[in-house]
């Protein structure tokens, strides 16, 4: 399948929320980012979005709020 296969930013996304919730957000981080690539590369070379985009991106959202109120702690 190679390391840019949406099945890859969906195995990203179940780790980043396994990591989110044993509050290692900081590890979380890098691979949603890294996912949310792969699937923006999906959407560029197909002209559709892929059906897991939505929830990795509430996903993301959800992270960086968290990681906003760890820093203000």
């Known amino acids: 399948m ?3 296969h949406p099945t890859v930013a969906i195995r990203l996304n179940n780790l980043a929320i396994l990591l989110r919730d044993t509050n290692r957000i900081k590890e979380a981080e890098p691979l949603l980012r890294r996912a949310l690539k792969i699937l923006d590369s999906f959407r ?3 002209g559709h979005e ?3 985009y939505q929830s990795l991106s509430v996903n993301f959202q959800a992270l960086q709020k968290m990681m906003g109120s760890k820093n203000s702690d």
């Open 44 to 46: 560029a070379q197909t």
């Open 50 to 52: 892929h059906p897991g």
């Open 2 to 4: 190679g390391d840019q």
